[in-house]
């Protein structure tokens, strides 16, 4: 059974980098049948998709448009995990944040989440 | 991108049944398929219907999903309501790279 398990700061300064990690058990990152999502939710934005990373012979990402420009998610498959981080932060981008596995390839369907973790944007 | 658009709230008595539904906004609802999420508060979604109508192990028989071209959306129906069912649940699709989720129905068992 996949488990994963988020960490990080629970309070961002504006203008920051918010940083989170989403470790696995039960599966690798290394899957060639899953993909490695971020979503977050917010009472103004419901849920909402930030992005993945998968592997498919080699690493691929794909970013929501909304904020492609500020969005990184790297795997760290010295820890079987993967990361989130999300530049120039501001108080709309305080969500309570979930990875999630597509366990299925990617554009499937969010098997497994983590706990979620609330992040605040304030200063 | 196209949206998903679902009902604020529905309601109903235990014992009877309620459909959700969810809206596609431009694109063919059949192109790719449509998932659908329970959330209780306070926790992380779970997969209730995955493709169209597929229920994983564990969901009971009392949900189930459609699609339906002609109006471009998606349903969720549960059965013999019980008041655990009341809960937040969300559709999600997708197109190209691109993951989707409606913006969530609650449900609340009378």
């Known amino acids: 059974q996949v488990q994963l398990q988020q960490s990080g700061p629970g309070l961002v300064k504006p203008s920051q980098t918010l940083s989170l990690t989403c470790a696995i058990s039960?599966?690798?990152?290394?899957?060639?049948?899953?993909?490695w999502n971020w979503i977050r939710q917010s009472p103004s934005r419901g849920l909402e998709w930030l992005g993945r990373?998968?592997?498919?012979?080699?690493?691929?990402?794909d970013y929501a448009v909304s904020v492609k420009s500020r969005i990184t998610i790297n795997p760290d498959t010295s820890k079987n995990q993967f990361s989130l981080q999300l530049n120039s932060v501001t108080p709309e981008d305080t969500a309570v944040y979930y990875c999630?596995?597509?366990?299925?390839?990617?554009?499937?369907?969010?098997?497994?989440w983590g706990q979620g973790t609330l992040v605040t944007v304030s200063s | 991108n196209f949206m998903l658009t679902q009902p604020h709230s529905v309601s109903e008595s235990q014992g009877k049944t309620v459909t959700i539904s969810c809206t596609r906004s431009?694109?063919?609802?059949?192109?790719?398929?449509v998932q659908w999420y329970q959330q209780r508060p306070g926790s992380s979604p779970t997969t209730v219907i995955y493709?169209?109508?597929?229920?994983p192990s564990g969901v009971p028989d009392r949900f189930s999903g459609s699609i339906d071209s002609s109006s471009n959306s998606a349903s969720l129906t549960i059965s013999g309501l019980k008041t655990e069912d009341e809960a937040d649940y969300y559709c999600?699709?997708?197109?190209?790279?691109?993951?989707?989720f409606g913006g969530g129905t609650k449900l609340t068992v009378l």
């Open positions: 039960g599966d690798s990152v290394f899957s060639n049948s899953a993909a």
């Open positions: 999630a596995r597509e366990g299925n390839g990617y554009n499937s369907w969010f098997d497994s």
């Open positions: 493709e169209n109508n597929q229920r």
């Open positions: 431009s694109g063919n609802i059949a192109s790719n398929y």
């Open positions: 999600q699709s997708y197109d190209n790279s691109n993951q989707v």
């Open positions: 990373t998968y592997y498919r012979s080699k690493w691929y990402n």
